[in-house]
Each structure stands twice: as C-alpha cells, then as structure tokens.
C-alpha cells in the first residue's frame, strides 16, 4: 500500500512538472504562445479535398512547426497522462505500448510498459520501437537532442503543446486525431465537450448570487491555489462563481492568513487520492471558524484529474463543481 508520505511526493512532483510548464508557457513571446497554445492541424496539400484521415498527413505542432506522419501508426508512446487519456479516448488505447508513469485512465493503462515521466527512460523508448512519440513541449525546450534521437531512429516525433484553456485542449485533441488515423473521432469528442459546456453555461444564467470559491490543490502547510490560466479558474468562470484567487496567474501558493480574509463561500480541495478525509482537515483548521464555508460545512473534494488534466473528463469536473457550488441549480 502506498504511503501518504509517497503520495504527497508523487503530487507534489506533478504539480512541479505542470509548474515548469506552465511557466514554459509564459515565458515566451505572445506570437509564440499563440503558435504552441492554439494548436492547428492542416491537411497535406495533395490532400485537401480527400477524407482527413488518410495519410500522409501534414499538421502543425506545438513548436509551430510543420511535421508529416507518412504513414498512419500501430505503435504509439505517451510521456504525459492527458495526451495518454486522449489517445484512449479516440478509440487508439490498443496502439499504445508506452506510458509515462503518471497515466492513470483508463484503467487498462496500468497493464502498459512505463517510460518514465518527464523525464522520460530514453533506452526502454528506443528499445520498444515505437511510430510514434507525443511528447510535450516541456521535452521539446529541454530535450531537443533526445527527440532528434528518436527522429533519427525513425519515430514520428509530436510535440503537443501545453493546454490551459478548453480552447487548448479542442485543438490538442484534434491534433492527436489527426496524427494517431482518428480525425472524425476527434471531431466528435470535440463537439459532445463543446456542447455539454454549452448547456452547463445555459444552465448557470439561473445563478443570481455569485459565490466566492477558495480551490486548495496542496493541503497545509504548502497551500496552492489555481489562478488565472487554469482549468479550475475557467471552470468557475463557466458555472458563474468567482474564484477567490482569480487576480493571481497559475498556481500560487497562499498562507492561511491570506486565505481567511478572502472570505470563500464554498472551499474545494483536489487532493484527496493522498491526504485521507481533506474536508475534515479543512474544517478543522484553527482560527477559520468564522470563514462562511467552514461555517456553512461547503468544503468539498473532488477529483484532481478531472479539473487539471487537459482531456475530454474536463466537461466531468466542471459538472461535479457545478452541482456542488450551485445544488439548487444544477440537481437533477
């Protein structure tokens, strides 16, 4: 069984690793954030007029650059567990042979060979011999002579760009449509997020007070928080809530102090696959008795992956808070 202490080392890794990408992102130009953000995908020239999912196919990356997959892949290597759960999701799951340590969903992910995270196990990727490898821009800025190893060992080579809005993940998802032969699937599972999110907007025009919501994503004593530029703070958008620390960008980190006088209505913790009963823990924090939700008990877990992972359950988080923010309107 694994220990609280290893789980919280495994959060906090992940976080870091989606920290350092997040600040990849801003970091660059804003005429490059839009090249590797708003991800295109183009048909091949002789192609156009032909169905999408022949091949080859010619589509534009996360670098911003053009990349053709001659032929369409049987083997493919994940090294992020939202670009895992995308294939997945696109009927692909059987091509995969290779994932990242992290990948988690679907269930039949747990049986795949592991390559590693972030940094990903060069030799055992080689060894398998993959079509093709979505890699992330992360490995892209930081592991450009890895990439050009698998190029040159004849591996497709997709670097898929780091996602901080829905708009992101449409795009990610069509590009790994394109590039995996499932270009119609993609479009579909684009279509059923955009109009679930549609008809959680259309209900949330019934809300006619506001409420302030705190989102916690490390317990105390490191507490961080969701800012501009993450899913948590679109979602809250979406349902007409306010997030409490929507004037800060990414993921900060808050004292106790700081977050009492905010106010919050409503508290949602996102670790609770490691730390055992989070809402007691919050409940019970000394000097927050006068805080409205821990005196109203609205503080609620709910799953990370679905509120942090740039994937199709993202319309599933934004459901879940929906109907714990806003119960009146959202219960069924």
Excluded at 57 to 64: E, M, P, Y
Excluded at 150 to 163: H, L, N, Q
Excluded at 197 to 217: F, G
């Amino acid at each position: 069984m694994t220990t609280p202490g290893i789980k919280k080392s495994l959060f906090l890794s992940i976080m870091f690793s989606m920290m350092i990408v997040f600040m990849i992102g801003c970091g660059v130009s804003e005429e490059k954030a839009t090249d590797e953000n708003d991800t295109t995908v183009e048909s091949n020239s002789t192609n156009e007029a032909k169905d999408n999912s022949d091949f080859p196919v010619t589509v534009v990356d996360g670098t911003g650059e053009e990349v053709t997959i001659d032929s369409e892949p049987q083997t493919i290597v994940s090294v992020i567990p939202s670009n895992t759960e995308i294939t997945f999701a696109l009927g692909q799951g059987d091509k995969v042979i290779g994932v990242d340590e992290y990948s988690n969903y679907p269930p039949e992910v747990q049986k795949i060979e592991k390559i590693g995270n972030q940094e990903m196990n060069v030799e055992k990727i080689l060894a398998l011999q993959p079509d093709l490898a979505l890699v992330t821009d992360f490995q892209h800025e930081n592991n450009a002579e890895i990439l050009q190893q698998f190029k040159d060992a004849g591996i497709d080579v997709i670097v898929i760009g780091s996602a901080e809005s829905f708009e992101n993940v449409y795009n990610t998802i069509s590009l790994i449509g394109q590039v995996t032969g499932a270009p119609e699937e993609a479009e579909t599972i684009v279509q059923e997020m955009k109009d679930r999110l549609a008809e959680i907007q259309e209900k949330a025009k019934a809300v006619t007070e506001k409420k302030r919501v705190w989102v916690e994503v490390s317990p105390a004593p490191d507490i961080f928080t969701t800012g501009q530029g993450t899913f948590m703070n679109e979602m809250l958008e979406v349902i007409n809530a306010t997030n409490t620390a929507g004037e800060k960008t990414g993921w900060v980190k808050l004292t106790e102090e700081e977050i009492v006088t905010l106010n919050p209505e409503v508290i949602i913790t996102t670790y609770g696959y490691y730390v055992e009963n989070p809402e007691e823990g919050v409940l019970s924090r000394a000097g927050w008795d006068e805080v409205p939700a821990i005196k109203a008990e609205q503080v609620f877990d709910v799953n990370n992956d679905t509120v942090t992972r740039p994937g199709p359950r993202l319309i599933d988080g934004v459901e879940t808070l929906a109907k714990l923010i806003y119960p009146e309107v959202f219960s069924e």
